[in-house]
């Protein structure tokens, strides 16, 4: 009796989050680093504008990157804010960007939030 018990608890729990809740922790990957003179010259040149303060672009530059996926370490929301790198030969944005923390880190992805690299200037 005790087990079906908990059975009947395990299910209710589970009807009532979706998904257990291991099942929803995404993957962190280990941040790997990029030297900063082995980013492609329109990073270096967006990190300079971004340093710089600007002016920026595009029009989405400096939004908050909410970090959804939690590939870069969890900070309150408003914390990151992202910049477009751009991509020679793309007709929109590209897949580029550069993450910046309020704290003055710097990272940088080329797949469109799949995998970030720390710069290392």
């Given at each position: 009796m005790?087990?079906?018990?908990?059975?009947?608890i395990?299910?209710?729990?589970?009807?009532?989050?979706?998904?257990?809740?291991?099942?929803?922790?995404?993957?962190?990957a280990k941040?790997s680093e990029?030297?900063?003179a082995?980013?492609?010259?329109?990073?270096?040149?967006?990190?300079?504008?971004?340093?710089?303060?600007?002016?920026?672009?595009?029009?989405?530059?400096g939004?908050?990157?909410?970090n959804?996926?939690?590939?870069l370490?969890?900070?309150?929301?408003?914390?990151?804010?992202?910049?477009?790198?751009p991509t020679p030969?793309?007709?929109?944005?590209g897949?580029?960007?550069?993450?910046v923390?309020r704290?003055?880190?710097?990272?940088?992805?080329?797949?469109?939030?799949?995998?970030?690299?720390?710069?290392?200037?």
């Amino acid at each position: 009796m005790k087990s079906l018990w908990f059975v009947l608890i395990f299910l209710l729990t589970l009807h009532a989050t979706g998904v257990p809740t291991f099942a929803r922790e995404p993957q962190r990957a280990k941040l790997s680093e990029v030297a900063l003179a082995d980013l492609p010259k329109e990073g270096r040149n967006t990190l300079a504008v971004i340093k710089r303060g600007g002016p920026f672009p595009y029009k989405r530059d400096g939004v908050v990157f909410g970090n959804f996926e939690r590939r870069l370490p969890e900070k309150e929301r408003g914390y990151y804010r992202e910049y477009t790198v751009p991509t020679p030969g793309s007709r929109n944005r590209g897949a580029r960007r550069i993450i910046v923390g309020r704290e003055g880190e710097y990272y940088y992805t080329d797949d469109h939030y799949q995998t970030f690299h720390r710069i290392r200037e």
